[in-house]
């Protein structure tokens, strides 16, 4: 048996042949034989220990919770079958081998580490206790990273479309929520695992302000979500083709002289809009996304 006992210099361990039990009204220990192995992935640090031939896995990866441009980290393990482990604690913290934080969660074993730092190293490690709260040897150190996005930004703005771009620290895909509100509505994604996230937006209005907000997820799992982003689309391009009274604008004048010439069954190439040879309800459909905003001109 391993003995555990206190000085004022430390924790001393002695193997007393024969000895089963002791017990002291001093204090009492429990100690956790363990076997530790450590390795990394991308997106996860994996973590092994064993307790009397049982194995205890502590994997962490990027996850997110409620509030998720915040950042979170999640931890999970595979409970340690022994009696006397009364639950576990997980510490933690922005520097190697000093843990600032440290959360009791019970028999749980996993848990979400919640409003971490987006672009910091977290630094981590997990200890069994028994039901006096005297913790076990607790498993070494692992790391991982809180997902972060910067330079977001818009480009090639038309009357119609918008590209929306940003950087990640890490692997991840990207996806831009997009609209005329901050409801959005509209998404426009990449799944390609990149350092460079982009999104091209289409079918926009002329003229229009839209609301955007960016999410990239890393290979681990873990999520980052953007605030809120503005930008205004340019005006439509105005065309001879689509002004059909050389008014300077495109309006429901321009549509009714379609309907006209539709009505009267006469041909003229000025008022085909798709170019096939003949004038009707195609024609002036066209003519009508143009007027709505929905197709600029010429098409």
Same mark, same amino acid.
């Given at each position: ?126 200890? #069994? &206790?028994? /039901?006096?709260?005297?913790?076990? @040897?607790? +498993?070494?150190?692992?790391? =991982?990273?809180? $997902?972060?996005? !910067? ?31 901050? #409801? &959005?509505? /509209?998404?426009?994604?990449?799944? @390609?695992? +990149?350092?460079?996230?982009? =999104?091209?937006? $289409?079918?926009? !209005? ?42 300077? +604008? ?50």
């Amino acid at each position: 048996m391993l003995l555990f006992f206190s000085s004022l210099a430390g924790w001393h361990s002695k193997v007393v042949p024969g000895l089963r039990k002791v017990d002291s009204s001093m204090h009492r220990a429990v100690h956790f034989q363990k076997e530790l192995d450590i390795s990394m992935t991308t997106g996860q640090v994996s973590l092994k220990r064993s307790l009397e031939q049982t194995a205890l896995f502590v994997i962490i990866v990027l996850s997110t919770i409620q509030n998720l441009a915040a950042g979170s980290l999640s931890a999970s393990w595979s409970p340690v079958s022994d009696s006397r482990v009364a639950g576990y604690k997980i510490k933690y913290g922005t520097q190697s081998g000093s843990y600032s934080q440290s959360v009791d969660v019970g028999n749980s074993t996993n848990y979400v580490v919640p409003n971490l730092t987006e672009g910091t190293t977290y630094f981590f490690r997990v200890a #069994a &206790y028994d /039901s006096s709260h005297v913790e076990g @040897t607790p +498993s070494v150190e692992v790391s =991982a990273v809180v $997902l972060k996005a !910067s330079s977001i930004g818009v480009g090639s703005i038309t009357s119609n479309s918008g590209v929306v771009a940003w950087q990640t620290n890490k692997l991840a895909t990207s996806l831009v929520e997009f609209g005329t509100t901050t #409801a &959005y509505g /509209s998404t426009a994604s990449n799944s @390609t695992f +990149s350092l460079s996230s982009q =999104a091209s937006l $289409l079918n926009l !209005s002329p003229s229009t302000l839209y609301h955007f907000r960016v999410r990239s997820q890393d290979q681990g799992g873990g999520t980052f979500v953007s605030g809120d982003f503005t930008f205004s689309t340019s005006a439509a391009t105005i065309s001879s083709k689509c002004d059909l009274n050389a008014d300077g +604008s495109t309006d429901s004048t321009d549509l009714q002289i379609v309907v006209n010439a539709i009505m009267s069954g006469s041909y003229s190439s000025k008022y085909d809009m798709n170019s096939d040879g003949k004038v009707n309800a195609a024609d002036l459909q066209r003519l009508t996304n143009v007027v709505l905003g929905k197709k600029s001109c010429p098409f």
